[in-house]
């Protein structure tokens, strides 16, 4: 089955409670935590990694503590356990994850405004003239689409998204390898619509039916882990 969780960010975000949550992470992960400006993105950062290590130990308990590595192009996977595939997304006030027995990508992004610039380039010519004439939130809704294809894939933007196109129906999403002409077989994309955010999940060899319903994993319980 494929496993979606989502976090929300506690208000108000403050700097002490920050550094107890650094305290659960991995070394690499404070790294990049110190590198980062806004007090959000860092709280988004760290939770992300704290809601992985949360929800695998729930998994396995007779092993608790997991090692993060990645491949070449940065994709993430548990060291002790690498068929325990999971992704992490995070924008606004969430942070997602994804889990499943097979190669999967998440995205969540906060509904603001189309971004025109990017629509120009993340696009095929098709679906840029489309974005321009549906509201905003269809841009969002193909752009977490493309996003959690190429996490899934696990080779990010090194996959071009405007080779990419999106072929929904009432069954979820597929995708079309423009380059190639050819539909990609092998993954498949679920849509979750949450209040003022879009969130896609891709998995390799899965269908709708396998998708559960995302599961909000409370703050208090993330706090409490680390107790």
Excluded at 2 to 24: D, M, S
Aim: hydrophobic share 35%; net charge negative; aromatic share 14%.
């Amino acid at each position: 089955m494929v496993e979606v969780y989502l976090c929300k960010l506690p208000h108000p975000l403050q700097q002490k409670e920050l550094n107890f949550l650094l305290q659960g992470v991995s070394q690499g992960k404070k790294e990049k935590v110190t590198k980062l400006y806004h007090l959000s993105d860092k709280y988004r950062t760290t939770l992300g990694e704290l809601l992985v290590r949360f929800l695998y130990e729930e998994k396995h308990p007779s092993q608790p503590m997991c090692t993060f590595t990645q491949n070449a192009y940065g994709k993430p996977y548990i060291k002790e356990n690498p068929a325990s595939y999971f992704n992490i997304s995070h924008s606004g006030d969430w942070v997602a994850c994804a889990f499943h027995d097979c190669e999967v990508g998440i995205d969540i992004e906060e509904v603001k405004e189309k971004n025109e610039e990017v629509a120009k380039i993340a696009f095929t010519s098709e679906e840029y003239k489309r974005i321009m004439k549906e509201d905003k939130e269809y841009f969002y809704e193909l752009w977490a689409c493309k996003e959690s294809y190429v996490k899934a894939v696990g080779k990010g933007f090194a996959i071009s998204p405007d080779t990419i196109s999106i072929k929904r129906n009432d069954e979820g999403v597929t995708f079309f390898c423009e380059k190639e002409e050819h539909e990609i077989q092998d993954f498949f994309c679920q849509i979750y619509d949450l209040d003022g955010y879009k969130l896609a999940v891709c998995v390799e060899r899965a269908r709708k039916e396998e998708f559960l319903p995302p599961v909000v994993v409370s703050f208090a319980e993330i706090l409490s882990f680390l107790t």
